[in-house]
């Protein structure tokens, strides 16, 4: 499908801005849906999780305004890009300032960026948001997002192979997301990607061999599991890259080690149990 660059990176610019206070409901759902016991879960006044930001400023567009694929329709915020498969492929995020749950906050975004390739599959875009996160003391985190648009496949794919994931993890956990896992975190984040939870447009329409786990919930899996093995330290980026999709069932383990001799950043990593690579990170603090 040929695409109008010209066209679409009129949007580059585009920007929109809101300000919500931060409940304590979307959290404690988070919690119990990454298995975290009750009694560790934050309250009202505590710092947000790492990626708890992403639990708001959820889009809330009426239901007529909702593309065939679940998502809001494009043509607004985010450039109208025809390309049906739509993709959160990685983050850079960069925290400055804590954020505490009940506070009020703003949320700026801003199209940075528009490309368009070709790839062996057939035509790609990538599009990079910039989300800015303020509250009362400035500017708490700052996140770049690579949002990607493909074609759907010719026909029904299978597992993708994969690259192999490091070794030597330090910090590992299994999880076994199944498809009650997928609903409650599509439910908390407002999310109707139906890549998540209609198994039939997934296989018959996008082509996958299965529901596909959200790349964000594997990444919080991932920052999850390194700040329960690393309780003390404040964390100042995390970067995370999507490498393969990971499919609802396929067990996998979040994992990590220290990168270099600094003794502040570390590598991690998202892997099934036959170690294909579905997503790496990194991880930097103080």
């Known amino acids: 499908m040929a695409l109008d660059l010209e066209h679409l990176q009129k949007w580059i610019g585009n920007t929109e801005k809101a300000e919500e206070e931060l409940d304590l409901w979307p959290v404690t759902a988070m919690m119990a849906a990454l298995d975290v016991p009750a009694e ?6 505590d710092t947000l999780p790492l990626t708890g930001h992403w639990n708001y400023f959820v889009p809330r567009v009426p239901q007529s305004k ?35 749950i009940g506070e009020k906050v703003t949320k700026t975004s801003t199209v940075q960026d528009i490309k368009v390739k070709e790839g062996k599959s057939g035509s790609l875009a990538f599009v990079t948001v910039k989300h800015v996160y303020s509250n009362a003391n400035g500017v708490a985190l700052e996140e770049e997002q690579d949002l990607v648009y493909r074609d759907n ?12 994931a490091p070794g030597g993890a330090v910090w590992s956990r299994e999880i076994h997301p199944d498809t ?11 999310n109707a990607h139906k890549i998540h939870y209609d ?8 082509g996958y061999p299965a529901l596909i786990v959200h790349g964000q919930l594997i990444a919080t899996f991932l920052l999850d599991n390194w700040q329960r093995n690393n309780p003390n330290e404040t ?17 996998f383990k ?10 502040n950043k570390g590598e991690l990593w998202a892997c099934t149990t036959k170690g294909g690579l579905t997503m790496q990170a990194d991880v930097a603090w103080e």
């Open 153 to 164: 496949p010719p026909a029904a794919t299978g597992v993708p192979e994969r690259k192999s």
């Open 40 to 45: 560790d879960w934050p309250k009202r006044g």
């Open 235 to 251: 964390v100042t980026q995390f970067t995370f890259k999507a490498m393969s999709p990971l499919f609802c069932g396929e067990t």
């Open 180 to 190: 009650s896992l997928l609903f409650r975190y599509s439910a908390v984040t407002f």
């Open 254 to 263: 979040a994992e990590g080690k220290l990168a270099g001799e600094s003794g």
């Open 199 to 206: 198994h039939s447009y997934a296989t018959e329409v996008e």
């Open 66 to 100: 909702i593309d065939t694929d679940g998502h809001p329709q494009r043509g607004d915020f985010l450039p109208p890009i025809p390309l049906p498969r739509r993709m959160w492929a990685g983050s850079r995020i960069k925290y400055y300032n804590p954020v505490m």
